[in-house]
T-cell receptor, first 109, second 114 residues
């Protein structure tokens, strides 16, 4: 599976949009981009995933560049409960999830 | 909303003892996984399981580890003779399909080996 690069940390103001970048320049054509988050020591929580097209669900939006070498997770209105470590993972279907260091997001009042 | 459940939430054991961690995957899911996270470290893949067979396992998953689906609902991870370094959070996950299947995680079991 392709490697991903994420900033180690970022702060966000409560109520504002949080834009989390991820680089995956070696992604292959059959690999999906997945986003998970982990709040404290809880189990990783699925957020969203995509292959080529932008995706949106009740939690977030995922913007994938046309060349698929990078993506951005958007939390439209961050709340204090969104404070977590966010993981961008590139995975071929059916494979294991390989977690990196992620981005530690701190939402501030 | 269906969710993966795990028991126990915490387990303390003595080094050398056997432990069994239990998971109930989401009911229509066919693919099952175990991951672990040592305190302060990354989440690491241990094993995947499909159709009553191990699909893939990591280097961590040595002969001390085994997995089983003893009935239609449970998925277990057994550690035969625990070591101090097995202390970690253990997460179970399940997915409906391999192709495009999203893995959903349980809340984890915190294992402490003394």
């Amino acid at each position: 599976d392709a490697k991903t690069t994420q900033p180690p940390s970022m702060d966000c103001a409560e109520g504002r949009a949080a834009n989390l970048p991820c680089n995956h320049s070696t992604i292959s054509g059959n690999e999906y981009v997945y986003w998970y988050r982990q709040i404290h020591s809880q189990g990783p929580q699925y957020i969203i995933h995509g292959l080529k097209n932008n995706e949106t669900n009740e939690m977030a939006s995922l913007i994938i560049t046309e060349d698929r070498k990078s993506s951005t997770l958007i939390l439209p209105h961050a709340t204090l409960r969104d404070t977590a470590v966010y993981y961008c993972i590139v995975m071929a279907a059916g494979n294991k999830l390989t977690f990196g260091g992620g981005t530690r997001v701190l939402v501030k009042p | 909303e269906p969710e993966v459940t795990q028991t126990p939430s915490h387990q303390v054991t003595q080094m050398g003892q056997e432990v069994i961690l239990r998971c109930v995957p989401i009911s229509n899911h066919l693919y099952f996984y175990w991951y672990r996270q040592i305190l302060g470290q990354k989440v690491e893949f241990l094993v995947s399981f499909y159709n009553n067979e191990i699909s893939e396992k990591s280097e961590i998953f040595d002969d001390q580890f085994s997995v089983e689906r003893p009935d239609g609902s449970n998925f277990t991870l057994k550690i035969r003779s625990t070591k101090l370094e097995d202390s970690a959070m253990y997460f179970c996950a399940s997915s409906e399909a391999a192709v495009g299947g999203t893995q959903y995680f349980g809340p984890g079991t915190r294992l402490l080996v003394l």
